[in-house]
């Protein structure tokens, strides 16, 4: 399955849901009683975003290591320490998450970029090759050495 950045309209839609959960939580931290509740609505928040990830293709376990696994286990921790969960640990998990799988992603379109090129004369000329930053613009002649 081919992995895509992470659009606008769904980093939106990701972060506002976890706002607004992360600010039910620090409601219901000022209760005694809200801070048993958290204990239930964490895991079952990650869960959904859990789910909403790997349907946008996310992974949390690669080549590279389980950075993005550990990201969401960091994140459901400090939300189920009472007090602390008040702070924005959901919103900054799941921020992260994107940033991480959108940059996994931007580094293997790089990779795969010199397949993009094609071969004019000696120079590859196309995305990613050196060789298109450093063309003379049109009508425009080389100086020589």
Avoid: C
């Avoid at 931290?29 to 293709?57: D, H, K």
């Amino acid at each position: 399955m081919k992995q895509e950045k992470i659009g606008p309209v769904t980093i939106f839609s990701l972060v506002a849901i976890a706002i607004l959960v992360d600010l039910i939580q620090f409601l219901l931290t000022l209760t005694v009683l809200g801070a048993v509740f958290s204990w239930f609505l964490t895991p079952l928040v990650w869960i959904v975003f859990f789910i909403w990830f790997q349907l946008l293709g996310v992974q949390y376990i690669t080549n590279k290591g389980g950075g993005k696994l550990f990201t969401s286990l960091s994140a459901i921790v400090v939300e189920l320490v009472p007090f602390i969960n008040a702070l924005p640990a959901t919103t900054t998990g799941v921020a992260i998450l994107i940033y991480q799988h959108n940059k996994e992603v931007r580094e293997k379109e790089k990779k795969n970029a010199p397949f993009l090129t094609r071969q004019v004369g000696k120079r590859r000329i196309g995305r990613g090759s050196p060789a298109s930053d450093n063309a003379p613009a049109a009508g425009e002649q080389r100086e020589a050495a």
